[in-house]
T-cell receptor
Framework: DQQVKQNSPSLSVQEGRISILNCDYTNSMFDYFLWYKKYPAEGPTFLISISSIKDKNEDGRFTVFLNKSAKHLSLHIVPSQPGDSAVYFCAATSGTYKYIFGTGTRLKVLA | DVKVTQSSRYLVKRTGEKVFLECVQDMDHENMFWYRQDPGLGLRLIYFSYDVKMKEKGDIPEGYSVSREKKERFSLILESASTNQTSMYLC????????????FGPGTRLTVT
């Protein structure tokens, strides 16, 4: 049972345009969500997070939106840059240190 | 900067061998984790530890054990390696006192033949 789903395995976007990566979850007990970025041959690095008490969090070019009623979160990257090309994982937790990760979306930003 | 290091980047072992994967973090973090990453399955938690000598099973502990004798070091042990344990293994650490953010090592690509 996949509690955190990233239904798009891959996404291609032109440089300078917006990238939107989506994540759906099924467990209403999740109260904290994170996005990680992973380059080949490296471990994932933390990108941005959001608590369930918020519906938006911004950090520079990265914004995460949370829609609790739809159990959906999205990561917006504006403007997209070639260096953003990586695999993006969303993760969720219900207040413990145990995360459930999605399967990842491979983003390719075309120059 | 938090640093999480893993003993090997690439490892090739034979079926039935006992395999040790070592992870060390330098930020005095209380929590440490072992994941495996497989295509189409994302990151799955094998074991985690919230203190020295303390451990809890994750989602896929079968075939694995762990050891945490010192706060900075967390070892994953494959008692008798099998081909279905061929995978990318990722170690992570986090602090109880800060956010939920986990810091990951670079990973060990293990191939069992």
């Amino acid at each position: 049972d996949q509690q955190v789903k990233q239904n798009s395995p891959s996404l291609s976007v032109q440089e300078g345009r917006i990238s939107i990566l989506n994540c759906d979850y099924t467990n209403s007990m999740f109260d904290y969500f994170l996005w990680y970025k992973k380059y080949p041959a490296e471990g994932p690095t933390f990108l941005i997070s959001i608590s369930s008490i918020k519906d938006k969090n911004e950090d520079g070019r990265f914004t995460v939106f949370l829609n609790k009623s739809a159990k959906h979160l999205s990561l917006h990257i504006v403007p997209s840059q070639p260096g953003d090309s990586a695999v993006y994982f969303c993760a969720a937790t219900s207040g413990t240190y145990k995360y459930i990760f999605g399967t990842g979306t491979r983003l390719k930003v075309l120059a | 900067d938090v640093k999480v290091t893993q003993s090997s980047r690439y490892l090739v072992k034979r079926t039935g061998e006992k395999v040790f994967l070592e992870c060390v973090q330098d930020m005095d973090h209380e929590n440490m984790f072992w994941y495996r990453q497989d295509p189409g399955l994302g990151l799955r938690l094998i074991y985690f530890s919230y203190d020295v000598k303390m451990k809890e099973k994750g989602d896929i502990p079968e075939g694995y054990s762990v050891s945490r004798e010192k706060k900075e070091r967390f070892s994953l042990i494959l008692e008798s390696a099998s081909t279905n344990q061929t995978s990318m293994y990722l170690c992570a650490s986090s602090s109880t006192m800060s956010s939920y953010e986990q810091y990951f090592g670079p990973g060990t690509r293990l191939t069992v033949t």
